[in-house]
């Protein structure tokens, strides 16, 4: 459901979508206290503050219809990004 949602939002947009249990920005810390780290990888030029806005937003509401209970925090990247690349490398995809 959750990947459905960023599909249809971020249509050609997206390049990825990936989960993880370390931190995406700290992976050297290890697992994270926080859950699962949802990393939403976006193609071409994007605003940061306006992403983060719908990134939350989307998950928020995917949580809110659902009875998961699990706490997940998602993040967005641009598809050059460090970030990008060790998702890739290391994160389950599952879009």
Same mark, same amino acid.
């Given at each position: 459901?959750? =990947?459905? !949602?960023f !599909?249809?939002?971020? +249509? ?5 979508l990936?989960?993880?249990?370390? &931190?995406?920005? +700290?992976?050297? !810390?290890?697992?994270?206290?926080i859950?699962?780290? #949802?990393? #939403? $990888?976006i193609?071409?030029?994007? +605003?940061?503050?306006?992403e983060? &806005?719908? #990134? ?13 209970v699990?706490?997940?925090? %998602?993040?967005? $990247? =641009?598809?050059? %990004?460090?970030? =990008?690349k ?8 599952? &879009?």
């Amino acid at each position: 459901m959750l =990947a459905r !949602r960023f !599909r249809k939002h971020y +249509e050609g947009q997206l390049v990825g979508l990936y989960a993880t249990q370390k &931190d995406p920005y +700290e992976p050297e !810390r290890g697992t994270s206290d926080i859950g699962t780290h #949802v990393v #939403v $990888v976006i193609q071409g030029p994007y +605003e940061h503050w306006k992403e983060t &806005d719908a #990134v939350t937003e989307i998950t928020h509401n995917v949580l809110d219809e659902t009875d998961w209970v699990a706490p997940v925090t %998602s993040h967005h $990247v =641009a598809h050059d %990004s460090a970030i =990008a690349k060790r998702m890739k490398e290391k994160g389950v995809r599952f &879009d």
